[in-house]
Protein backbone atom coordinates (compact mmCIF):
# COMPACT_ATOMS: atom_id res chain seq x y z
CA UNK A 1 0.00 0.00 0.00
CA UNK A 2 1.08 3.63 -0.99
CA UNK A 3 1.49 6.56 1.35
CA UNK A 4 -1.42 9.32 0.71
CA UNK A 5 -0.38 11.57 -1.91
CA UNK A 6 -0.17 15.47 -1.49
CA UNK A 7 -1.63 16.51 -4.42
CA UNK A 8 -4.76 15.24 -6.19
CA UNK A 9 -3.05 14.63 -9.39
CA UNK A 10 -1.29 11.98 -8.15
CA UNK A 11 -4.46 10.30 -6.71
CA UNK A 12 -5.54 6.75 -8.44
CA UNK A 13 -9.13 5.81 -8.13
CA UNK A 14 -9.83 2.49 -5.96
CA UNK A 15 -6.21 2.04 -4.29
CA UNK A 16 -5.86 2.33 -0.60
CA UNK A 17 -3.22 4.56 0.84
CA UNK A 18 -2.00 4.84 4.30
CA UNK A 19 -1.65 7.96 6.05
CA UNK A 20 1.31 8.44 8.43
CA UNK A 21 -1.24 7.70 11.82
CA UNK A 22 -2.49 4.11 10.01
CA UNK A 23 -5.44 5.12 8.72
CA UNK A 24 -6.36 3.47 5.29
CA UNK A 25 -8.41 5.86 2.49
CA UNK A 26 -9.68 5.70 -0.79
CA UNK A 27 -11.04 7.57 -3.37
CA UNK A 28 -13.56 6.94 -6.45
CA UNK A 29 -13.16 8.25 -9.84
CA UNK A 30 -15.68 11.61 -9.09
CA UNK A 31 -13.67 12.61 -5.63
CA UNK A 32 -10.64 12.56 -7.50
CA UNK A 33 -12.71 15.01 -10.08
CA UNK A 34 -13.80 17.04 -7.82
CA UNK A 35 -10.35 17.22 -5.54
CA UNK A 36 -8.45 18.84 -8.68
CA UNK A 37 -11.80 20.75 -8.82
CA UNK A 38 -11.67 22.68 -5.77
CA UNK A 39 -8.72 21.66 -4.10
CA UNK A 40 -5.68 22.83 -6.54
CA UNK A 41 -3.37 23.34 -3.64
CA UNK A 42 -4.39 19.72 -1.52
CA UNK A 43 -5.44 21.39 2.01
CA UNK A 44 -8.24 18.74 1.75
CA UNK A 45 -5.69 15.89 1.56
CA UNK A 46 -3.54 17.52 4.17
CA UNK A 47 -6.77 17.45 6.79
CA UNK A 48 -7.13 13.78 5.80
CA UNK A 49 -3.68 13.00 6.27
CA UNK A 50 -3.91 14.52 10.05
CA UNK A 51 -6.92 12.39 10.56
CA UNK A 52 -9.33 12.74 13.76
CA UNK A 53 -9.25 16.01 15.01
CA UNK A 54 -11.63 17.63 17.60
CA UNK A 55 -14.72 19.68 15.61
CA UNK A 56 -13.77 23.46 16.13
CA UNK A 57 -10.67 25.11 15.33
CA UNK A 58 -8.89 22.31 13.77
CA UNK A 59 -8.02 21.00 10.20
CA UNK A 60 -8.39 17.10 9.68
CA UNK A 61 -10.93 14.67 9.75
CA UNK A 62 -14.26 14.90 11.69
CA UNK A 63 -17.73 13.31 12.08
CA UNK A 64 -19.81 14.06 8.90
CA UNK A 65 -23.73 15.02 9.99
CA UNK A 66 -24.61 13.48 6.46
CA UNK A 67 -26.81 10.47 6.72
CA UNK A 68 -24.25 7.37 5.56
CA UNK A 69 -20.87 9.63 5.98
CA UNK A 70 -19.02 9.10 8.79
CA UNK A 71 -16.50 12.01 8.43
CA UNK A 72 -15.89 14.54 6.53
CA UNK A 73 -12.52 16.47 5.53
CA UNK A 74 -12.28 20.10 7.14
CA UNK A 75 -10.21 23.36 6.22
CA UNK A 76 -9.84 26.38 7.22
CA UNK A 77 -9.32 29.63 5.11
CA UNK A 78 -9.81 29.34 1.40
CA UNK A 79 -11.34 26.34 0.51
CA UNK A 80 -13.08 25.77 4.05
CA UNK A 81 -16.17 26.09 2.34
CA UNK A 82 -16.64 22.73 0.89
CA UNK A 83 -16.44 19.31 3.02
CA UNK A 84 -15.58 16.31 1.02
CA UNK A 85 -17.80 13.35 3.05
CA UNK A 86 -16.39 9.55 3.27
CA UNK A 87 -17.53 6.26 5.08
CA UNK A 88 -15.66 3.29 6.35
CA UNK A 89 -15.96 0.18 4.25
CA UNK A 90 -14.60 -2.78 5.46
CA UNK A 91 -12.11 -0.70 7.53
CA UNK A 92 -10.95 1.75 5.02
CA UNK A 93 -12.30 5.27 4.81
CA UNK A 94 -13.77 6.07 1.48
CA UNK A 95 -14.18 9.03 -0.30
CA UNK A 96 -17.13 8.64 -2.99
CA UNK A 97 -17.23 11.99 -4.37
CA UNK A 98 -19.73 13.60 -1.77
CA UNK A 99 -19.38 17.27 -1.21
CA UNK A 100 -20.97 19.66 1.10
CA UNK A 101 -20.99 23.70 1.19
CA UNK A 102 -21.72 25.74 3.91
Given at each position: MEALPNNWADV?????????NGLQISFASEQIRLGL???????????IEKG?????????????QEEGYDLKSKVLGKGGD?????????????????????
Amino acid sequence: MEALPNNWADVKPDIVYFSTNGLQISFASEQIRLGLKYDQKGKHLKAIEKGQVPIRGNIGLVPSQEEGYDLKSKVLGKGGDRRFHAKFIDGVLHFPGFVTEH
